[in-house]
T-cell receptor
Framework: EDQVTQSPEALRLQEGESSSLNCSYT??????LFWYRQDPGKGPEFLFT???AGEEKEKERLKATLTKKESFLHITAPKPEDSATYLC???????????FGEGTQLTVNP | GAGVSQSPSNKVTEKGKDVELRCDPI?????LYWYRQSLGQGLEFLIY????????KSGLPSDRFSAERTGGSVSTLTIQRTQQEDSAVYLC????????????FGPGTRLTVL
């Protein structure tokens, strides 16, 4: 059974204080690892897809990386508008559903 | 362009009543998914439709839950004889195809069962 564990559960940063969120996963065969951002009262917003170990993708202040066991979402010089819950999900090679972690709630204080 | 839309945005019902939740996927997306997000928990897969293939119903928690997709577009999730534990946000997502492509989510329907 696929498993996704995210840490920490919550993270509070000062504006400009860089950090990383972790997503550890167990899957029989990885088709893709997905990062989403979710604001309160809204649906998840797609950020990145990573397909193979060593792959990296960047978008503004965010960079996602992937190894065979985990993914990191690096946030460089965050701003208050980066405050949200960040969700990690995996899709296995034999399926179509996403298996989600419980998310990391990020708060960036001005 | 238009994203995934869901209605209603909020639904309050009494225990034992039936409810219907609607999802309009992104035009041209062949795959459609339903997930449930309970307070303090991650998203839980419920069901997925891909074109004219039989749906994958393996995530439905009980036989009180059912879903259909008419004409390969709009989908309706029906919960019969609702229970308090059904209270959650029900999210719909669509994608261009079922394998490999990212899923785009709607805003969700918040269901409260009194």
């Amino acid at each position: 059974e696929d498993q996704v564990t995210q840490s920490p559960e919550a993270l509070r940063l000062q504006e400009g204080e860089s950090s990383s969120l972790n997503c550890s996963y167990t899957v029989s065969g990885l088709r893709g690892l997905f990062w989403y951002r979710q604001d309160p009262g809204k649906g998840p917003e797609f950020l990145f897809t990573l397909y193979s170990a060593g792959e990296e993708k960047e978008k503004e202040r965010l960079k996602a990386t992937l190894t065979k066991k985990e993914s990191f979402l690096h946030i460089t010089a965050p701003k208050p508008e980066d405050s949200a819950t960040y969700l990690c999900a995996v899709k296995e090679t034999s399926g179509s559903r996403l298996t989600f972690g419980e998310g990391t709630q990020l708060t960036v204080n001005p | 362009g238009a994203g995934v839309s869901q209605s209603p945005s909020n639904k309050v019902t009494e225990k034992g009543k039936d409810v219907e939740l609607r999802c309009d996927p992104i035009s041209g997306h062949t795959a459609l998914y339903w997930y449930r997000q309970s307070l303090g928990q991650g998203l839980e897969f419920l069901i997925y439709f891909q074109g004219n293939s039989a749906p994958d119903k393996s995530g439905l928690p009980s036989d009180r839950f059912s879903a259909e997709r008419t004409g390969g577009s709009v989908s309706t999730l029906t919960i019969q004889r609702t229970q308090q534990e059904d209270s959650a946000v029900y999210l719909c997502a669509s994608s261009l195809e079922s394998i490999g492509n990212e899923q785009f989510f709607g805003p969700g329907t918040r269901l409260t069962v009194l």
